[in-house]
Every structure is written in structure tokens, then in C-alpha cells.
């Protein structure tokens, strides 16, 4: 008999600690131990999504190397990026088909006044450009009237602005171009119809390739564009340098434009603001032969007026 009740007692005391035991883990069920999975934070929103930017091929190679450091970064997000020429960008931004229109000039130069106004400039750096040549060209330097000549067709052999009997070959670049637009407004001081024989091309590496195989040949291209295979010729015996565009000595020169219709969404603002930041603006801006807006000891307005 008294087994039975000792069996009894113990088994009833087994079966209070077990459901003692079951009461507790569900009691603490949240309030697991740091760093176990149960007590991990569920992680911060990804960012997502993708971006497309077309337009100026000046700006094309700055905005291909930033956008990669970007998305390897940021794992979520697409960005590609396409040339065409500032118009193009500007009207598909306008238009829907882009988020970021890239651009060499100012909206209201392309665009109609109230498209303009519908998009939000992101100035993001500057750009120098010049008058290049095939590197046998005997020329180093030409004037603002020489330039003139040769781009109005008035000229058409070297010998005549002090080089040797060779045939002149224009490379262009089309209407829509920005680098067109900025080279006929500062380096030319007007708009040019293509003469007879010139040849057109959107890209700059195009032109910059046609230019250094093409005897006699001349174009102009984005320092950012700008190496051996080519000849840069000084504009008014200035050449294209940093510190004389900085200085506002060499006037062939552009803001580059990031263009937004309207505020940008969440993926293209932090895309903008990475293109902003010191790291991209100290390291790839001025690696790739751009140069940081706030750098620049004068500022330009649409017209191309100057303030210091």
C-alpha cells in the first residue's frame, strides 16, 4: 500500500514539472537569446527597382562607371544606360520613356518652354571640349574664324590655315547632339549646316575613331573622350585644360545635366544623390577627366551668359 501511494506522489510530480516546463517555453518563445534566429530583426527594405538614362554621349562615361559602382552595392536595382545625344534624352525623359535624360545643354535649348519646365535639373559636373584632329595634321592651333571656315565649308584644305596640302574631312555630330550644340555656341559662336563630304555620327568613340584613321580629319569631342589616337587642337592658342576651364580662360564648355520629369522616384534620387557625393565626385568625376560643378570659379546661365 505504500508503495502504491510513493508511485502515485512521484508521478504526479513528474507530470507538475512537465507542464511546468511546456508553460515556460511558451512564455518565452519571444524572448529568445541575442543573436539566435528566433531574436534576429527581420533587415532593413532593400532597395529596389530599375533606372534608364539616355541621351548625351559626353556624359555617357561617367554615368556607365558610377551607375555599376552603384549596383554593386546595391544588388536590387538595374540601371542601364544609353547614348543618342542630349535631344534624344531630353525629349524620351520628357516623353516617359526615360527616368534621367543626360544632357550637354540646358532643357530649354531642345525642348519647348513648358516641356522644360516640367523637368527638374541635376547639374552634375562639367565638361571641357575641343577641336580634334588626325594626329599627321600640321596644325596645333586654330582661331575662333578659322574654325568658321572650316566647319561652314569655306576652308577645305589644311594649307589654308597654315597647315600642309591636305584635304580637310569634317567628322560631325547630328542636330540632337549636345557636344554639337556646345561646340557651334562657344567654340563657333553659331549653328552650322553640314558642308558637302562631312561626315555625321551620333557616337563620340565613333568620332573619335574616324577622326584618328581619317587623314585630314577633324571633329571635336568631350576631354572625357579625348586620348592619344587623336591630336587636341588649342582654341585661340588656349589649350583645353582643367584649370583654364575652372578659371573661365578656354569658354568650349558645358554643365552636365541629369534631367528628372519632376521629382525623381526613390531608385533615381539615390542613383542622383551617389552622382553628388564626395566619393564620386572627388574620385570618378575627376578621373575621367570631368570636372566637380562646384569647382568651377564662374557659372553660365541657358543663354550662356557668365557670372562669376
Request: aromatic fraction near 6%; charge should be negative.
Amino acid at each position: 500500500m505504500k508503495k502504491t501511494v510513493v508511485l502515485l506522489m512521484v508521478l504526479t510530480l513528474t507530470l507538475a514539472l512537465a507542464a511546468c516546463g511546456q508553460n515556460n517555453k511558451g512564455n518565452n518563445s519571444g524572448n529568445a537569446a541575442p543573436g539566435s534566429s528566433e531574436a534576429s530583426e527581420s533587415p532593413a527594405s532593400e532597395l529596389k527597382g530599375s533606372l534608364l538614362a539616355t541621351g548625351s554621349s559626353a556624359l555617357q562615361p561617367l554615368v556607365d562607371q558610377v551607375s555599376k559602382k552603384f549596383m554593386d552595392t546595391n544588388k536590387g536595382v538595374s540601371i542601364q544606360v544609353q547614348a543618342g545625344g542630349s535631344g534624344q534624352g531630353l525629349t524620351q525623359v520628357s516623353e516617359g520613356q526615360s527616368d534621367i535624360g543626360n544632357s550637354d545643354v540646358f532643357a530649354e535649348e531642345k525642348l519647348d518652354a513648358d516641356k522644360a519646365a516640367e523637368l527638374i535639373d541635376h547639374q552634375v559636373a562639367v565638361v571641357g571640349m575641343a577641336a580634334v584632329v588626325n594626329p599627321n595634321v600640321a596644325v596645333d592651333n586654330l582661331t575662333k574664324q578659322q574654325l568658321v571656315d572650316i566647319f561652314t565649308g569655306k576652308v577645305t584644305n589644311w594649307k589654308d590655315v597654315g597647315g600642309n596640302d591636305q584635304k580637310i574631312q569634317i567628322i560631325n555630330r547630328p542636330s540632337s547632339s549636345g557636344t554639337r550644340a556646345t561646340f557651334e555656341k562657344y567654340a563657333l559662336g553659331q549653328k552650322t549646316e553640314d558642308p558637302k563630304g562631312s561626315i555625321q555620327e551620333d557616337s563620340s568613340g565613333t568620332v573619335r575613331k574616324l577622326v584618328g584613321e581619317t587623314p585630314g580629319a577633324i571633329g571635336y569631342l568631350a576631354l572625357s573622350y579625348l586620348n592619344e589616337s587623336v591630336k587636341t587642337v588649342k582654341y585661340e592658342g588656349v589649350e583645353a585644360t582643367v584649370d583654364n576651364i575652372v578659371s573661365g580662360t578656354y569658354p568650349v564648355w558645358a554643365y552636365e545635366h541629369m534631367y528628372t520629369k519632376g521629382e525623381p522616384n526613390e531608385v533615381a534620387k539615390a542613383f542622383l544623390d551617389y552622382m553628388l557625393s564626395d566619393e564620386v565626385q572627388n574620385s570618378d568625376v575627376v578621373e575621367l577627366d570631368y570636372i566637380p560643378a562646384n569647382q568651377m570659379q564662374i557659372k553660365r546661365d541657358a543663354q550662356g551668359n557668365i557670372t562669376k
